[in-house]
């Protein structure tokens, strides 16, 4: 059945075509120059179109290129900073206890005064 259709489709287009060249308007050198000019214009369109491929492939391989390249500097790079910051934090940590432990001392002193001074004013409250 679908060949019996086949053949009818090859059939009925071969007879449409041979039908349009008998009873076209223009004379066949006419129809051949239109002919081929669409035929220069679509292999053009298609050069065009196999160029902007190539280019795209190139893009596209010069992209994973790059990003190739850059994964291997972050790998390189990030084991440096990570030693440069741990060593910041650390000379961060040295320079700032001695001034966690005095403003430590300044707490313990102020909640010394502070006893001295609730002691002090229940004191002269319960003397008057």
Avoid: C
């Avoid at 190539?54 to 500097?73: A, D, R, Y």
């Amino acid at each position: 059945m679908i060949k019996n259709f086949i053949k009818g489709l090859v059939f009925g287009a071969s007879v449409g075509s041979i039908g349009g060249l008998f009873w076209a308007p223009r004379s066949g050198k006419e129809t051949q120059q239109l002919m081929k000019d669409y035929v220069d214009e679509v292999s053009d369109s298609l050069d065009d179109a196999t160029d902007s491929a190539k280019e795209l492939q190139q893009s596209v391989t010069n992209f994973g290129k790059e990003m190739n390249h850059t994964q291997k500097t972050i790998q390189e790079t990030i084991p440096s900073v990570m030693d440069s910051l741990q060593k910041d934090v650390e000379a961060f940590k040295f320079q700032a206890q001695p001034r966690i432990d005095r403003a430590n001392e300044q707490a313990q002193e102020l909640q010394t005064h502070i006893a001295d001074f609730s002691v002090n004013t229940s004191e002269s409250t319960t003397e008057d």
